[in-house]
């Protein structure tokens, strides 16, 4: 990510508040440039009402993400962050659009307000690997955990974030907190339409979208999920293809050739290397010994259950939340240290809403603590 520390003021006389569908005149102040890439741009800010009823206080700090307005993926980016509420996504405070500063560039761009958190979960796995350190298994179980309630409460909705990676994966480490973030690819899937199979970054692509599967679902977060696990523990991402078609051939290294069943149920009609030759000797679960030896069994066993072929055997958001992995977490005497910090903090992630509960089914009596 590119950085930058200059400020830059500006009055917008229709800024939406999210809460209150109300529009006002507000004062933004950019002051740090956070990201840059193919979408725009996201710099940190705070907002001020104009309108002296709200005592003119700064609010913030806000990450505003800003995209070209005229694009198919800004409404629905826009669309669904304005229907999801919930604490392990992030939350769009005010939007608004503002032509480009630059005089010579008329493009109109759509400006995303929501809230910022100072880390993500690549800075923080990057961090300790510079340390010589994995992330602190309690501090891994928390944010597998966070993330995986994410995609049951999306996923009711049939919505795919399409783009789970460790950079899109907003944390508080002062909190051990998670908020998925950056819905620029996510999409609200039909079961009678295509998608476009090239989505999600190469490293965390599920294997039916890499042989071009059109009608795929949101298990290819799923796919994501078992990425972001498997990166926490090794410190670096377990599927590194150096090109995108090389990409399933490193994936065979750990699950060995996909099946011909895999390949008709998800393409017919792919004609490229389908890396039938098996480029290992034991068995896939000795092979995930192997590739995660300093694992425990439970964090194995969980990763087997995720990183799996075919979309329908991968394990459901409600089934990777009763894994015994995230058991610790149920306990009264479970806390976590903060890093840098000597001060355990107990955690709230058990808060489910009714609607969790109700997409959790007869599964919730197994995920909820029992009170005693």
Known sequence: MSQGTSSNEYVIGHVTDNLSDKASEMTVVEYKKIGEGAFGTVV???????????????????AIKRVPAQTEYKSRELEILRVVNHPNIVSLRFFFDKESSNPKDKTLYQNLVMECLPSNLQNEIKYYKLSKFTIPYPHMKAYSFQLARAMLYLHGFGIAHRDIKPSNILVDPSTVTLKICDFGSAKKL???????????????????????????????????????????????????GQEPDLQLKEITKLLGPPSKSFFFHNNENYRGNMYSAKTFTCTIEQRFKQIFANCPPDAIDLLMKILVYSPSERASPRRVLIHPFFQELKKNDFYVYPRGSDKPIRLNLFNFSEYELGLLGSLKDELLPTTT
């Not at 800010?45 to 005592?55: C, E, M, P, Q, V």
């Not at 009678?192 to 999600?200: K, P, T």
């Not at 990166?231 to 590194?240: A, D, H, T, V, Y």
Request: aromatic letters at 14%.
């Open 190 to 240: 039909e079961s009678n339409q295509d998608s476009v199979s090239y989505i999600c970054s190469r490293y965390y692509r599920a294997p039916e979208l890499i042989i071009g599967c059109t009608r795929y679902t949101t298990q290819i977060d799923i796919w994501g999920l078992g990425c972001v696990i498997a990166e926490m523990f090794l410190g670096k991402p377990i599927f590194q």
């Open 44 to 62: 940190e800010a705070k907002l001020k009402f104009n309108d002296g009823r709200h005592n003119n206080h700064w609010l913030g700090p806000f």
